[in-house]
């Protein structure tokens, strides 16, 4: 069995398809503040795909004014990286307090054991999840502008997802 594809520290892939991850220390959740200004919780965007979200909420006054919604899907070429990794989850913390925003960082499921374009559904999986169950959630409904998201996912939907389109998902996948 030999390493057919490797990211140094992160990621080997052997030539029987295995695939060792390497991942760094991981922060739990915590609805506690940070003293960078904010505090954070993970929530589910889909149980049964294992897919993830880090919900960040800058500290600001009870009587605030309803905040724009920043959706992050961070970086690692879809095979890579968590918005959980120590270290990286203060990004997402510090652009919520600089913005003035909430931002939901999405952990999708990552390739090779996932192939694309399964990283994006899920990335619009979290979109659909956070525009359809926001009144579920006591950070969104209280200080949540969903109103850019909504149009935003709505747009992707008619895009991809009606009738007259010329791919379905599946479509798509068979095509990568």
């Given amino acids: 069995m030999s390493i057919v594809a490797e990211i140094p520290g992160f990621l080997q892939v052997f030539s029987d398809g295995l ?18 200004g904010f505090k954070f ?13 880090r919900l960040s909420l800058p500290d ?3 009587s605030m004014i309803q905040l724009p919604v920043v959706v992050h899907f961070h970086g690692g070429c879809f095979c890579f990286c968590s918005t959980t990794w120590l270290g990286f989850n203060h990004f997402p913390g510090d652009l919520s307090v600089a913005s003035q925003s909430i931002v939901l960082s ?4 990552l390739a ?3 192939r694309l374009p399964i990283g994006y559904d899920d990335c619009f999986s979290s979109l659909e999840r956070l ?7 006591p950070w969104l409904i209280k200080q949540a502008d969903l109103s850019p998201i909504i149009s935003f996912w709505r ?3 008619m895009k991809h997802n ?9 479509e798509r996948r068979l095509s990568y």
């Fill in 19 to 36: 695939v060792k991850r390497f991942a760094p220390g991981i922060v739990p959740a915590s609805s506690k503040s940070y003293s960078n």
């Fill in 41 to 53: 919780k993970d929530v589910t965007i889909d149980s049964s795909k294992k897919i993830t979200a």
């Fill in 60 to 62: 600001t006054p009870a």
């Fill in 106 to 109: 999405v952990d999708y499921r």
């Fill in 112 to 114: 090779p054991e996932n």
């Fill in 131 to 137: 525009c359809n169950n926001a009144s579920s959630d």
């Fill in 155 to 157: 747009w992707c939907w």
């Fill in 162 to 170: 009606t009738p007259g389109c010329n791919q379905n998902n599946e």
